[in-house]
């Protein structure tokens, strides 16, 4: 069984920064050829597509949504088969629960990790 | 970026009924490969959302999704269908295109039972 671990998140204030992580474990997914999405749930909202990283075979390019691009950025280490969110320059409106997934259509997803920025 | 638009915003059936969920883009979400990417996901009360449908009318592999859930629909319009709602089928409905980034969801359908 696959499953998605979050860790990290928690508490910061505007301007500030934080890490989320996502490990991968058990059978039943190459985790080096899975792009690896963040998508958050802000507060009484729906769903946000916050960014992806590809695989080595496409040069772990990165990509982000509109309104964290330059302030967040993603990356993975696959010998460890896990992946990181940077979240920086922090805003109150990035609070939220924050959370990974896997492959181009979001197959597998963590637990989710809060995530609260105050000023 | 690609709009997606659902409809109804919420909608409440009787256990067995049968449930109907749209989608639209503002954009075709059909590939050059010929796969559509729209994808349905359900998130249940204190849940991480669950992939229910890709590729517009596939239900993944394994992942235990019943089949009382089928997608339909090309292009730009597409719906969810749920036959014979159950309890359990309560909770948050998006679509999601996965065409291009940044990829979007739909505002959401609360389904009530």
């Known amino acids: 069984e696959v499953q998605f671990v979050q860790s990290g998140g928690g508490l910061a204030q505007t301007g500030g920064s934080l890490r989320v992580s996502c490990v991968v474990s058990g059978s039943g997914i190459n985790f080096d050829t899975s792009a690896i999405h963040w998508v958050r749930q802000t507060t009484g909202k729906g769903l946000e597509w916050v960014g992806q990283?590809?695989?080595?075979?496409?040069?772990?390019?990165?990509a982000y949504g509109a309104s964290v691009e330059g302030r967040f950025s993603i990356s993975r280490d696959d010998s460890q088969r896990v992946s990181y969110l940077h979240l920086n320059n922090l805003r109150v409106e990035d609070t939220g629960v924050y959370f990974c997934s896997n492959g181009g259509s979001l197959f597998d997803w963590g637990q989710g990790t809060q995530v609260t920025v105050s000023s | 970026e690609i709009v997606m638009t659902q409809s109804p915003r919420s909608l409440s059936v009787a256990p067995g009924e049968v449930a109907s969920i749209s989608c639209s883009s503002s954009?075709?979400?059909?590939?050059?490969?010929?796969?559509?990417?729209l994808s349905w996901y359900l998130q249940k009360p204190g849940q991480s959302p669950q992939l229910l449908i890709f590729l517009a009318s596939s239900r993944p592999y394994g992942a235990g999704v019943p089949e009382r859930f089928s997608g339909s629909g090309s292009g730009s319009h597409f719906t969810l269908h749920i036959s014979g709602v159950e309890p359990e089928d309560a909770g948050l409905y998006y679509c999601m295109q996965a065409l291009e980034t940044p990829y979007t969801f739909g505002q959401g359908t609360k389904l009530e039972i």
């Open positions: 990283i590809r695989t080595k075979s496409f040069n772990y390019a990165t």
């Open positions: 954009k075709s979400l059909l590939h050059i490969s010929d796969n559509t990417y």
